[in-house]
């Protein structure tokens, strides 16, 4: 494998293992920084291979291919969090630097880990039980009721390993699974159905030294499973939920020893409702940048991922505080036309302040192949704008 230039300068190479548009998007910063980026791509075509010059392909699940890899690296960090625990473990063996860690990673690897040691550190969760058989599954639904969530522990994301089952047969199929070899060997994992007034996210960075910042909690909306669009900061939230919210993601972030960004995606519920005691209760965590923290990457004093590599680096954070009153991030989702660039001249054209971020993947419909910021005082205005330049990208409205 050819090692990455060193540029001069005594500057450090961060490794992403993933070729993912999160990778991608590390290199902006990267560049600006002059911190060189090494990538470990599925195929020469992926997203951050297009973008960054040190692009090994191999797979993720390779750990020979690895170890190689993270020997021409000064730090190990991911694209995603699917890489299995036992190749971590050799590398870890080998005495390669990742951020996050192996035994932070887990967290974001494994819905039941993270339901587990949430629920031991007293952070508000759904009510939830793992189930192997119908029986079990019949058991908790007596205490929360019908319909019920049923996620595949892991393996999941954009909603896909989520099921709002209305009875144990509609869990028949994942019921079958358990015990095998996947996602589904040690379990389903059940929830019940939070009632929420919303989704939120609050992302925070740590650093190995324990140094962290908290970005404005954000208001996710999801379509059919898939985040379409992010409002920063989250309109009308209490100030009060808002602190005991970002108290909640640094305590997560200590505590589990996350080192990089961290993602905790939330249910606002209403006070004194079945769900929880408190407003809040957790859904998931990522331990990357994550979708829900695109629009600091124009709405913040300091990104995401240039946040991202200053934490795996063990420097300095960045002030996480917002530029603007507003910034809406919309999500452009892959329509039915594979050429793009020609609505750039419209787009453009008509709003001068909208920012566009194209990943370089190929349209395939419903993928996340884009995203648009916009910022301003005004937050209707910022909706309007970004999601008409989404739209227009994925080509649903044509004026
Ligand atoms: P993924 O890993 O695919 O992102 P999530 O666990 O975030 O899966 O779930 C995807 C979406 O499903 C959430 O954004 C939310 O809209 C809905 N959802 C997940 N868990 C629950 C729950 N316990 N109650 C109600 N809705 C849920």
Redesign the pocket.
């Known amino acids: 494998m050819t090692e990455p230039k060193r540029a001069p300068g005594g500057f450090p190479v961060v490794g992403v293992v993933g070729g993912g548009q999160l990778a991608r998007m590390m290199q902006g910063p990267a560049i600006e920084l002059g911190i060189q980026l090494s990538v470990l791509a599925e195929d020469a075509y992926a997203a951050a291979a297009l973008a960054i010059p040190s692009a090994p392909v191999g797979e993720h699940t390779d750990l020979e291919m690895i170890r190689k890899f993270a020997a021409s690296c000064d730090v190990v960090t991911f694209d995603h969090e699917h890489v299995p625990q036992d190749v971590l473990a050799a590398l870890e063996a080998d005495g390669v630097v990742m951020h996050p860690t192996p035994a932070a990673l887990r967290h974001a690897q494994d ?1 039941l880990v993270m339901r587990r040691r949430l629920s031991e550190l007293g952070i508000a969760c ?1 009510r939830w039980a793992v189930a192997r058989t119908a029986s079990e599954v019949a058991e908790f639904a007596e205490e929360v009721g019908w319909p019920l ?1 049923a ?1 595949t522990p892991r393996g ?7 099921l709002l089952a209305s009875s144990v047969d509609d869990m028949a199929e994942w019921l079958t699974q358990v015990g095998r070899r996947g996602p589904l060997e040690d379990g389903l994992l059940l ?4 009632d ?1 007034v919303r ?1 939120l996210a609050v992302l925070v960075a740590r650093s190995p030294s324990g140094q962290a910042a908290a970005w404005p909690v954000v208001e996710t909306v ?1 379509t059919e ?1 898939i985040c379409t669009e992010v409002l920063a900061p989250a309109p009308g939230l209490d100030a009060d939920l808002a602190s005991v919210v970002t108290e909640a993601a640094l305590r997560i972030a200590g505590e589990l020893d996350v080192t990089g960004v961290l993602a905790v ?1 939330m ?1 606002e519920v209403r006070p004194g409702g079945a769900s929880s005691s408190s407003s809040y209760v957790v ?2 965590l990522a331990m990357r940048p994550h979708n829900s923290g695109h629009w600091s990457m124009d709405g913040a004093v300091t990104g995401q991922f240039e946040q991202h590599l200053r934490a795996v680096l063990d420097l300095p954070l960045g002030d996480p505080r917002p530029r603007a009153p507003w910034t809406v991030m919309a999500n452009v989702l892959g329509g039915e036309d594979e050429e793009l660039y020609s609505a750039y001249r419209h787009i453009m054209a008509r709003d001068p302040g909208a920012k566009i971020h194209v990943y370089g993947k190929g349209v395939r419909p419903s993928r996340k192949i884009g995203h648009v910021n916009v910022s301003s005082d005004d937050l209707e205005s910022a909706r309007e704008r970004a999601q008409h330049a989404a739209d227009y990208l994925r080509g649903t409205v044509r004026e």
Not at 156 to 162: A, L, M
């Open positions: 819905k759904p969530i996620k999941g994301y954009d909603g896909k390993g989520v929830e019940e159905r939070v929420f989704e999801q499973g995606e249910f859904n998931e």
